[in-house]
């Protein structure tokens, strides 16, 4: 698949720290030291909704990631996936009487929309899961071939006991486990499984559903935590920098693909940094498709809110936060919005080069975006209060906004 266009990054002087972030795997923060081509893997949106907040905010978190790495001067090796086949998207379009490749492309192209008009830098590689496929199917059978698979009724599925790292993302008990894999796409109740959490890497075809040749596995279609394996070895290899996505994929996705990942190569884990993104909430629950309590970007944008006043509103929160969603939440980035348009506006002002400095250093200390933005606020409030003489000021700080937030003032 086609991805989005690129915003120009700019370019700053001096050069950009390293980026320490919180690693789920390890429990703690870890300075990464990419060469110099950093890889980054993050999991994409299941089209079968429109762009929500959620999406979005986790989004910002990983194209923060990349802007410090760019910032570093490395290049950046960024892979995202479209899980554009799966239970989900089926049930969406069987219930509104769509036909589902229709409804998967619809979305993926106001996605693409959304993520231009945010300004999100997009991957170099974008895969959907159907044209991952040919890819998937020899993952599976070699998963089959060394033991770690199994068949039940012509489905194949993880053996989670074959895998001796298994628990070492996420660290939950069992139960746990279990709770998290009915809520998210398992099937623990299941008979006939060696282990209620095995996940499903190819699911047989069934009456009525799309179907592909899975060659000794027969027609069918993948499961979702192999799908995103196939994709990161095929485009990064092991041992990529980061895998991200928001912390509701840590149990399952995340671990399950690191167990697949460690069966196929003998070594763990796939991503040096496993890294998480808080969950958006409206009226206080989780924003989810599935719940419906949805906040879409394409509305807002359609409404007239201004991209770069979105993007803001999800800088206000760590990206690590859980953070509700509200009125007043936009409202303060709008009116922040104009406060630094109206600073940089000016033909002179107060020198900012220390800015530069100060933002470089909260971002590298694991994405802290709040903190960024009260350096922007201070030197934004001082210059709106009089300002000083340095002509090359307000265009240093358009472009540190730019090039480190995604804003474009
Ligand atoms: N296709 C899979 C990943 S392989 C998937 O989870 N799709 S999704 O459409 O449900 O979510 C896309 C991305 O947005 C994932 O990284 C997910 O963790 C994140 N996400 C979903 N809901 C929220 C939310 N309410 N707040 C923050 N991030 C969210
Ligand atoms: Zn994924």
């Known amino acids: 698949m086609h991805a989005w266009p690129a915003s120009e990054v700019p370019a700053l002087p001096g050069k950009g ?58 290049q950046v090796h960024y ?74 009724d012509g489905d194949v599925y993880f053996s989670v006991e074959s895998d001796p790292h298994f628990g070492g993302v996420s660290h939950l008990d069992a139960e746990a486990m279990r709770l ?53 070895l095929d485009h990064l290899g092991m041992g990529f920098d980061i895998q991200g996505g928001g912390s509701d994929l840590v149990f399952p996705h995340h671990e399950m693909g690191a167990s697949h990942a460690q069966v196929l190569t003998g070594e763990f884990p796939m991503a040096k940094a496993y890294v998480h993104a808080g969950m958006v909430a409206l009226h206080g629950e989780k924003m989810s498709k599935s719940r419906g309590n949805l906040v879409f970007v394409s509305a807002l944008r359609r409404s007239g809110v201004d991209p770069a006043a979105i993007r803001l509103a999800l800088l206000s929160h760590h990206y690590r936060a859980d953070w509700e969603w509200t009125d007043a939440v936009l409202e303060d980035a709008v009116a922040r919005l104009a406060r630094w348009r109206a600073a940089v506006s000016r033909p002179d002002g107060l020198p900012a080069d ?53 804003v474009a003032l």
């Not at 949106?45 to 760019?70: C, E, K, M």
Request: aromatic content about 6%.
């Open 17 to 74: 720290r390293d980026l320490k972030i919180h690693d789920t795997a390890t429990q703690g923060t870890i300075t990464l030291a990419p060469g110099p081509v950093a890889r980054i893997y993050v999991c994409g949106i299941t089209p079968y909704d429109a762009t929500h907040i959620g999406h979005a905010a986790t989004s910002n978190a990983f194209d923060l990631v990349q802007r410090v790495w760019l910032d570093t001067k490395r």
């Open 79 to 152: 892979v995202q996936n479209v899980t554009d086949v799966d239970d989900p998207l089926l049930e969406r379009a069987q219930r509104d009487g769509h036909d589902w490749t229709e409804l998967a492309e619809r979305e993926t192209v106001l996605f693409r929309e959304d993520m231009t008009a945010l300004r999100m830098l997009p991957p170099q590689h974008y895969i959907g899961a159907v044209e991952a496929i040919p890819g998937i199917v020899p993952l599976v059978e070699r998963l089959r071939d060394a033991g770690a698979a199994y068949d039940l």
């Open 180 to 232: 998290l894999s009915a809520e998210r796409g398992g099937d623990p109740e299941r008979p006939g499984k060696k282990n209620p959490l095995d996940p499903m890497l190819w699911m047989a075809a069934r009456p009525g559903e799309p179907s592909w040749d899975g060659g000794s596995l027969g027609r069918g279609r993948p499961g979702w935590h192999i799908e995103c394996v196939a994709i990161a």
């Open 354 to 406: 220390a800015l530069v400095e100060e933002v470089r250093a909260a971002l590298s200390a694991d994405l802290d975006a709040p903190a960024a933005l009260a350096a922007v606020d201070r030197w934004v409030e001082l210059q709106l209060a009089g300002g000083g003489d340095d002509e090359s000021a307000p265009g240093l700080v358009s472009r540190t906004v730019d090039a480190l937030l995604g």
